[in-house]
């Protein structure tokens, strides 16, 4: 497929264009015309484009790339070295942040809650473009249960605030740094949070609004969401991809 078709397929996908972002979602850097061998991964790092290379891959597709909001602007040092690394190799970088979130069926919060057994019922805020997501555990647990079934899925021990004494029913996500919507769910009565990472302030928020908090890692919970994305690109449209997970433990 040619990297025009190929960046439009993607918009189709994701609808960029519906949400305010913190970066470019789309195409990052370009490369190579012609799109037949794909790399998806969490972050555009240098191990991830590394491994591309070696896979002679024509494009990455990550959920963090480049060129975010409030960053030095200068391409020196390491955004040098990654950039450099993209175009000495003729490789395309596609980036979608916050759209590959909230994306209903492939995003990381739904293959998040599938994972864990989560019913998304409505986004958490009052807006058709909720980043954060509230729903029912199909089956309703204990916090303590509910930590070892994350533990288990994702092969993280999540970090826990445990208040109530009452099973989990009610629960909102969302997965990286989503910690500030603690207070959004405690203020609609919800049983639990789940994120990826915690504040300082957020366990105080737990303890004194009584809703059970639940830190499974940044990278550990926004795994999900481009592999799941490049398993469609590889289903319905025939390219070949490989998810290639480089660990992270925050």
Known sequence: MQRREFNQLLNDILKPHLIKDFCPNGLQVEGKNEIKKIVTGVTASQALIDAAIEQQADAILVHHGFFWKGESQPI???KKRRIAALLANDINLFGYHLPL???????NNAQLAKLLDIEIEAGLEPTSNSVAMKGRLKTPLSGEAFADKIAKVLN??????????????????????????????????IDAYLTGEASEQTIHSSREQNIDFFAAGHHATERYGVKALGELLAQEHGFDVTFIDIDNPV
């Open 76 to 78: 020196t040092g390491m």
């Open 101 to 107: 979130d909230i994306h209903p069926a492939v995003g």
């Open 156 to 189: 993280r021990k999540p970090l826990t605030s445990l208040v109530r004494l009452a099973k989990i029913e009610t629960i909102a996500l969302c997965t990286g740094g989503g910690q500030g919507y603690i207070d959004l769910a405690a203020e609609q009565g």
